[in-house]
T-cell receptor, first 111, second 112 residues
Framework: GQQVMQIPQYQHVQEGEDFTTYCNSSTTLSNIQWYKQRPGGHPVFLIQLVKSGEVKKQKRLTFQFGEAKKNSSLHITATQTTDVGTYFCAGQKTSYDKVIFGPGTSLSVIP | ETGVTQSPTHLIKTRGQQVTLRCSSQ?????VSWYQQALGQGPQFIFQ???????GRGNFPPRFSGLQFPNYSSELNVNALELDDSALYLC???????????FGPGTRLTVT
């Protein structure tokens, strides 16, 4: 079945350092979504990517979708303590299909 | 606020019992998905409902069942509860074909 993997599982960074998490799907995706879940909270939608090679930016966050539409990355520049949480990628084979989540990357930021 | 609500917030049940969890989707969202999230893991897809019919299911046994109602509310029913069913249960709604899912706050189920 369809699988979505993420690395690393955990990342501890000093405040101000950059952070990157990588997402890889076993199948080609129609789109990939990124969510952030704060400790004790629920996943919150960040962004979706639909085009091969697409790059989107949200302030200090940069999202990329691979050319083959099987992988993606999230890069945070100059992390802040407010970036703490678990970042999940999630993919669909079609926009009407189920959304499959990766296991997430837990980010800790040391002030 | 996502406009998606879930009840109850917390629940404690005994192994073998049955439980019903409820979700009220954002108005106009005709697709609802249910997820199980164990501690430290990503949300695992249980099933998806579109216009009151199940149209996608993950690797969960038949004792996990659901309903979706015309008023954008839905239910997740779990029979014969097992200890491993202890988890956070999340519902998420979206427009069919839409990419952005709106999650509810979840129901924390503990099975003893």
């Amino acid at each position: 079945g369809q699988q979505v993997m993420q690395i690393p599982q955990y990342q501890h960074v000093q405040e101000g350092e950059d952070f990157t998490t990588y997402c890889n799907s076993s199948t080609t995706l129609s789109n990939i979504q990124w969510y952030k879940q704060r400790p004790g909270g629920h996943p919150v939608f960040l962004i979706q990517l639909v085009k091969s090679g697409e790059v989107k930016k949200q302030k200090r966050l940069t999202f990329q979708f691979g050319e083959a539409k099987k992988n993606s990355s999230l890069h945070i520049t100059a992390t802040q303590t407010t970036d703490v949480g678990t970042y999940f990628c999630a993919g669909q084979k079609t926009s009407y299909d189920k959304v499959i989540f990766g296991p997430g990357t837990s980010l800790s930021v040391i002030p | 606020e996502t406009g998606v609500t879930q009840s109850p917030t917390h629940l404690i049940k005994t192994r073998g019992q049955q439980v019903t969890l409820r979700c009220s989707s954002q108005s106009g969202h005709n697709t609802v998905s249910w997820y199980q999230q164990a501690l430290g893991q990503g949300p695992q897809f249980i099933f998806q409902y579109y216009r009151e019919e199940e149209n996608g299911r993950g690797n969960f046994p038949p004792r996990f069942s659901g309903l979706q109602f015309p008023n954008y509310s839905s239910e997740l029913n779990v029979n014969a509860l097992e200890l491993d069913d202890s988890a956070l249960y999340l519902c998420a709604s979206r427009l069919a074909g839409g990419l952005e899912q709106y999650f509810g706050p979840g129901t924390r189920l503990t099975v003893t």
